[in-house]
């Protein structure tokens, strides 16, 4: 057998060498919007890592090593203008409804449910019938959100012009207005009120929580057309997630609803 030139042969092996060495596909870098929106997420811009969102993301990344979650502190009016501009690839917990509709985007199920309710002072006399009417009372509201009652115009002025609001941007806050007699009600997520009330016992019997929804927090992902991931990708990462009990795990003790998603 004819031997190859030792050049040649030199250049084979570095060759296999340089294979052997080769590293394994960088997973793609997915940028995630965290927006201050409790108990989903709680202060992002501190750097701290806590709320829902993050035990999502975390989820995410040890379900898979394709893709690397990763969060990128934003806020709620902000977020439209991260996303348009790309520097987030996907928003989490939306709802088109919310100011999405001329922005392009594809939207992805979860499969999760909250709901807004009405959280009024307990009074001698006072039932569900309270919360009937709006009109005339004070209402405590997070600036930013969309509200069903008000057709989800969330502008500060007229919120407060039609509807006699202040609007803060803290639920604890907007509880303590209604507590201390300086609103009539307030708006909270169902999701938050449950966690409030873990920590704040003492006050369970002051309030009077509605059965009156004013919305269902059906949410979704929000993904740039352009995002890493695809929306049928990240969909199907969700249902690994459901599979394997990770998202019961996360959102049940905040009583938000794991629901079955329809499929295509």
Not at 66 to 79: G, K, M, W
Not at 150 to 165: C, V
Not at 219 to 240: D, N
């Amino acid at each position: 057998m004819k031997s190859l030139p030792v050049r040649k042969a030199a250049g084979f092996l570095l060759a296999a060498l340089a294979c052997s060495v080769l590293p394994v596909q960088a997973a793609q870098l997915v940028r995630v919007g965290a927006a201050h929106f409790p108990p989903y997420t709680i202060r992002p811009e501190n750097g701290a890592d806590t709320g829902l969102l993050p035990q999502l993301v975390e989820a995410l990344n040890r379900l898979q090593g394709d893709y690397q979650f990763v969060l990128v502190p934003t806020s709620i009016p902000r977020r439209f203008g991260d996303f348009e501009q790309g520097r987030i690839d996907m928003a989490i917990f939306e709802n088109p409804e919310w100011g999405w509709k001329d922005i392009p985007h594809t939207s992805v199920d979860m499969g999760l449910e909250d709901a807004e309710i009405f959280v009024a002072q307990q009074a001698p006399g006072r039932q569900q019938n309270y919360f009937a009417d709006l009109g005339g009372k004070r209402l405590a509201l997070y600036s930013g959100y969309h509200y069903e009652f008000a057709n989800f115009n969330a502008d500060p002025k007229y919120l407060a012009q039609n509807y006699n609001a202040t609007l803060t941007y803290s639920h604890d806050s907007n509880l303590l207005m209604v507590l201390r007699g300086r609103a009539d009600i307030a708006l909270v997520t169902r999701s938050y009120l449950s966690d409030y009330l873990l920590r704040n016992e003492k006050v369970r019997g002051e309030l009077l929580v509605s059965q009156r929804i004013d919305q269902i927090y059906h949410h979704y992902a929000i993904l740039r057309p352009v995002a890493p991931i695809t929306g049928e990708a990240f969909g199907k990462l969700l249902q690994g997630l459901r599979d394997n009990g990770e998202m019961l795990k996360i959102f049940d003790p905040y009583k938000i609803a794991v629901v079955p998603v329809p499929h295509p």
